[in-house]
């Protein structure tokens, strides 16, 4: 794999020197800059551009997840890796509306950590189990009678690609650059997924369309899970 530039926000630094330290010894990866804070982690995130953001949940200054949004939201996304050590319910599933690629908790072993984000940076998302389990759980909940098979085939073609990439975890930008499509067209084309659907969330939207696959084709989640030794 070519080298990526990876870049660390995480608020204990000897967690900060423990990822840096396993990455460089590891991989053969760029680090572009460590930080503690939000504050900083964006302004270094606009300086350095980086592939890959690996971080923690919870910084000293605000919710991670604040900084999820941003750069989700920037002009070049980069992939998200999220680290956890306690691990709430509501932030896994509002991580997982906003697109992010990675997200285990610090109790993963160093192995599993260096296999998980080389399989991130191949693109293939990647969530521990607890994680993944609580994430079906959220899609089906509500949302697993099958009753919406009628609103999913209302779809046009190109409204079911949208819906389908934003249900693997794809923010509006990233959907674009798939489907050559500008991020404006993507973000009518999902108002008019959600309308169809009466849904009022993104990942409201992913939880019917995954029920509905897994119903109609079996098809399980996007996501692959810490150890299956998938990839």
Not at 25 to 40: C, F, L, N, R, Y
């Amino acid at each position: 794999m070519t080298p990526k530039k990876i870049l660390i926000i995480e608020g204990v630094e000897l967690t900060r020197i423990g990822l840096r330290t396993l990455i460089l010894e590891k991989t053969e990866h760029e680090i572009v800059g460590e930080v503690g804070s939000a504050d900083e982690a964006k302004a270094l995130y606009d300086q350095t551009s980086p592939d890959l953001v690996i971080m923690d949940t919870m910084l000293p200054d605000c919710s991670g997840l604040s900084i999820c949004r941003y750069i989700k939201e920037s002009a070049k996304p980069a992939k998200l890796f999220l680290i956890s050590s306690c691990p709430d319910r509501q932030c896994m599933i509002e991580a997982f509306s906003l697109g992010i690629e990675g997200y285990v908790l610090k109790d993963i072993s160093s192995s599993e950590l260096i296999d998980s984000l080389i399989q991130v940076l191949a693109g293939k998302p990647v969530l521990a189990p607890e994680i993944a389990e609580c994430v079906v759980e959220h899609m089906r909940s509500g949302k697993g009678s099958g009753q919406h098979a009628h609103e999913i085939d209302s779809l046009s073609v190109q409204e079911r690609r949208v819906l389908e990439l934003v249900a693997k975890g794809m923010s509006n930008r990233q959907v674009a650059d798939q489907l050559g499509l500008s991020e404006k067209t993507v973000k009518n084309y999902f108002s008019s997924v959600l309308s169809k659907l009466n849904a009022n969330r993104r990942t409201e939207a992913a939880a019917m369309f995954w029920d509905y696959q897994q119903k109609s084709f079996g098809s399980a989640s996007p996501f692959a899970t810490v150890g299956s030794g998938c990839g």
